[in-house]
Each structure stands twice: as structure tokens, then as C-alpha cells.
């Protein structure tokens, strides 16, 4: 899919797909109590909204919080992670904080899914293909036996699997690291949910299978109607397959935006430094990538303005906590001094 054609596929999307949101994250918080007293905001007062048919980007370096919001999310947190989450997470106006883990195990795979990491180590390396894509088949559309091989069938071929019934009996060992991606998405988009989270699902691949997994995920969201949350440190994947994007630093969204006026007008230091570090081929002298100083450990338990410590327009005002607000249509940013760039 060349870039104009993206573009205007992503623009039609979002057009079709209303106003409603298909899932509306309000003031998520995932607060981790630690030795001394002290807390850990792993996620601090999260909000936004995924629209129907759009690609909502959510980006931000290691550490700033995204997996962990996505895993709040889809309530997967375990032990004392899952008893921190606060906030609310409505799906189609149901709020998925407060269901029991019955009711929740009925909503992951059915009305929202997940594509993770790492395909390698979410696969189940001792079951075969076929089977891992039958599984929610069986659990929540009751298909079982003929009907949901032919299903799984059908879900190998969508993604481009070639000859998808010899697949059904690989393992995922036998698969190359672009197919395991391919059979990962198959199995999330399984029950056509209306929602899909994303985390970082082409980190592992080299540029030209990345491509191509992007270029499907958006013929899939096309033909579904998909909701996606795309979760990666990469701009450049959001500048080709999102329509918003959300930028994350230390547990709190700092700006949210449309991609062309994010890319456009950038408003939060932060978000500018991400931009700038972005490797630009000239034709003019090589110039030295251009670094955020200091390190996002710096913000950990700040009490104001969280990226303060690194940003080279820190005043006084920023030992206050900003919050999001209203810059331009549809642009917010978290920053006091967002008027002064």
C-alpha cells in the first residue's frame, strides 16, 4: 500500500466508522506500591478514546507505560498488579473493570483482542497451528470439529498464509518470524472482535515482512471494521497506518493528536524530541542524530510535570502536575509551556 493510497483508505475509514468510540478509557491508573512508602505510577490518570475503524497509535519509549495500559486494558495483570488498576475501561459502553474473570474471559477474543510482542513466546510451541486458531473458535462461537477447521482455514488464508491446510499441522517452530506474526493476528481476529490492541507487533521483523504485516493488519480493518490500538516506539509505523496518535511519557499521555497536525505542529517538548530523533536522509552535510538528554528513569516519582527534569524549557510552574488541554481541533497537550515553543 503506497502512502497516498494509506492515507486515503485511513481517512475513509475513520470517516465510516462514526463518532461513537469503541472503547473509551477513562483516568486509568495503575499505581504499584513499593519499599519506603514510595509509589510506582506505571500508569497515571490514562484517557482517550478508540473510534469505530480507526488505527489509534500509542507511542512513547520504553518504560512510558503503553504495554502496561494495554495489559490494564485487557485486565491480564496478575497478583497484587491487578488489585492497583483504578478507572474505568467501557467496550461498547460495557465497563470491563468490574466484571468478574468469567465475564471478562467471555469479552478477550470475542469483542476485543490482543496481537502481543513476541509470537514466539505467546504461541503455545507444543500445539499445532490449526488448534491454536480453533481454540477461541470453540470457546466462543461454540464452532467445533469440521466447522471450526474450516474457519481456521479461512482465517490462515486472510492473512496470507500460504497453503493454509498444510499450516494447520505446523508448529509454531516451523513457521518463519513474518508467518508466526501472521498466525497471531489470525487467532486475534478469530471471532472478529471490534477491537484490537497491537503491542509493538512488528518490533522482530525486518522492514520488508514489517511492511507487509502492516499493509494486512489495514486490509483487515477495511474489511472488519476493526478498531485498532497500535502500540510501538516507531513514529514512522504511525505515520503510515494511524489516524490519531497518543504520545506517552512516564504513565500519563502528554499530547494526543491527529498524525498530520502531530507531525505537522508537534506541541509538547517531549513529543518534539521524539520527532527530531527521527534519522532524516538529505542531501546536505550528515548532521548528529539529535538525543533527548537524561533518561525517563529521571521521572519515576516526579511530582509535577514528569518530563521536567529533561526538558530544556523547564520553569518553576512545572513542579505543578499539567493536564491535558484543548490546542487546536482534536489536539491536547499536558504542558505549560506549550505556547512558549
Same mark, same amino acid.
Given at each position: 500500500?503506497?502512502?497516498?493510497?494509506?492515507?486515503?483508505?485511513?481517512? #475513509?475509514?475513520?470517516?465510516?466508522?462514526?463518532?461513537?468510540? =469503541?472503547?473509551?478509557?477513562?483516568?486509568?491508573? @495503575?499505581?504499584?506500591?513499593?519499599?519506603?512508602?514510595?509509589?510506582?505510577?506505571?500508569?497515571?490518570? @490514562?484517557?482517550?478514546?478508540?473510534?469505530?475503524?480507526?488505527?489509534?497509535?500509542?507511542?512513547?519509549?520504553?518504560?512510558?507505560?503503553?504495554?502496561? %495500559? !494495554?495489559?490494564?486494558?485487557?485486565?491480564?495483570?496478575?497478583?497484587?498488579?491487578?488489585?492497583?488498576? &483504578?478507572?474505568?475501561?467501557?467496550?461498547?459502553?460495557?465497563?470491563?473493570?468490574?466484571? /468478574?474473570?468469567?465475564?471478562?474471559?467471555?469479552? &478477550?477474543?470475542?469483542?476485543?483482542?490482543?496481537? +502481543?510482542? #513476541?509470537?514466539? %513466546?505467546?504461541?503455545?510451541?507444543?500445539?499445532?497451528?490449526?488448534?491454536?486458531?480453533?481454540?477461541?473458535?470453540? &470457546?466462543?462461537?461454540? $464452532?467445533?470439529?469440521?466447522?471450526?477447521?474450516?474457519? !481456521?482455514?479461512?482465517?490462515?488464508?486472510?492473512?496470507?498464509?500460504?497453503?493454509?491446510?498444510?499450516?494447520?499441522?505446523?508448529?509454531?517452530?516451523?513457521?518463519?518470524?513474518?508467518?508466526?506474526?501472521?498466525?497471531?493476528?489470525?487467532?486475534?481476529?478469530?471471532?472478529?472482535?471490534?477491537?484490537?490492541?497491537?503491542?509493538?507487533?512488528?518490533?522482530?521483523? /525486518?522492514?520488508?515482512?514489517?511492511?507487509?504485516?502492516?499493509? $494486512?493488519?489495514? #486490509?483487515?480493518? =477495511?474489511?472488519?471494521?476493526?478498531?485498532?490500538?497500535?502500540?510501538?516506539?516507531?513514529?514512522? @509505523?504511525?505515520?503510515? %497506518?494511524?489516524?490519531?496518535?497518543?504520545?506517552?511519557?512516564?504513565?500519563?499521555?502528554?499530547?494526543?493528536?491527529?498524525?498530520?497536525?502531530?507531525?505537522?505542529?508537534?506541541?509538547?517538548?517531549?513529543?518534539?524530541?521524539?520527532?527530531?530523533?527521527?534519522?532524516?536522509?538529505?542531501?546536505?552535510?550528515?548532521?548528529?542524530?539529535?538525543?533527548?538528554?537524561?533518561?525517563?528513569?529521571?521521572?519515576?516519582?516526579?511530582?509535577?510535570?514528569? +518530563?521536567?527534569?529533561?526538558?530544556?524549557? =523547564?520553569?518553576?510552574?512545572?513542579?505543578?502536575?499539567?493536564?491535558?488541554?484543548?490546542? !487546536?481541533?482534536?489536539? #491536547?497537550?499536558?504542558?505549560?509551556?506549550?505556547?512558549?515553543?
Amino acid at each position: 500500500m503506497n502512502s497516498d493510497a494509506g492515507t486515503m483508505a485511513r481517512q #475513509e475509514s475513520a470517516e465510516d466508522g462514526g463518532a461513537r468510540a =469503541a472503547l473509551c478509557v477513562r483516568d486509568l491508573s @495503575v499505581h504499584i506500591p513499593l519499599a519506603g512508602g514510595k509509589v510506582l505510577r506505571a500508569v497515571d490518570g @490514562v484517557g482517550f478514546e478508540l473510534r469505530r475503524g480507526e488505527t489509534l497509535g500509542l507511542v512513547g519509549e520504553s518504560g512510558s507505560g503503553k504495554t502496561m %495500559t !494495554a495489559m490494564a486494558v485487557m485486565r491480564l495483570l496478575e497478583g497484587p498488579l491487578a488489585g492497583a488498576v &483504578r478507572g474505568q475501561v467501557l467496550l461498547d459502553g460495557v465497563e470491563l473493570l468490574g466484571l /468478574d474473570e468469567t465475564a471478562m474471559s467471555r469479552v &478477550r477474543g470475542a469483542a476485543l483482542g490482543m496481537v +502481543f510482542q #513476541e509470537p514466539m %513466546t505467546s504461541l503455545n510451541p507444543v500445539m499445532r497451528i490449526g488448534r491454536q486458531i480453533a481454540e477461541p473458535l470453540r &470457546r466462543h462461537l461454540g $464452532l467445533a470439529g469440521a466447522g471450526a477447521a474450516d474457519r !481456521a482455514v479461512e482465517m490462515l488464508r486472510l492473512v496470507r498464509i500460504p497453503d493454509p491446510g498444510r499450516a494447520m499441522a505446523l508448529y509454531p517452530h516451523e513457521l518463519s518470524g513474518g508467518m508466526r506474526q501472521r498466525v497471531m493476528i489470525a487467532i486475534a481476529l478469530a471471532c472478529r472482535p471490534g477491537v484490537l490492541i497491537a503491542d509493538e507487533p512488528t518490533t522482530a521483523l /525486518d522492514v520488508t515482512i514489517q511492511a507487509q504485516i502492516l499493509a $494486512l493488519m489495514g #486490509e483487515l480493518q =477495511a474489511s472488519l471494521g476493526t478498531a485498532i490500538l497500535l502500540i510501538t516506539h516507531d513514529l514512522a @509505523v504511525i505515520a503510515e %497506518t494511524a489516524h490519531r496518535v497518543a504520545v506517552m511519557y512516564a504513565g500519563r499521555i502528554v499530547e494526543i493528536a491527529p498524525v498530520a497536525a502531530l507531525f505537522a505542529e508537534p506541541r509538547h517538548p517531549y513529543t518534539q524530541g521524539l520527532l527530531a530523533s527521527i534519522p532524516r536522509i538529505t542531501h546536505e552535510r550528515a548532521q548528529s542524530l539529535h538525543e533527548i538528554q537524561g533518561s525517563i528513569a529521571d521521572a519515576a516519582f516526579a511530582k509535577g510535570c514528569a +518530563f521536567a527534569p529533561r526538558c530544556p524549557r =523547564a520553569a518553576a510552574i512545572c513542579a505543578q502536575l499539567p493536564v491535558l488541554e484543548p490546542v !487546536a481541533e482534536d489536539h #491536547e497537550v499536558a504542558c505549560w509551556r506549550h505556547r512558549d515553543g
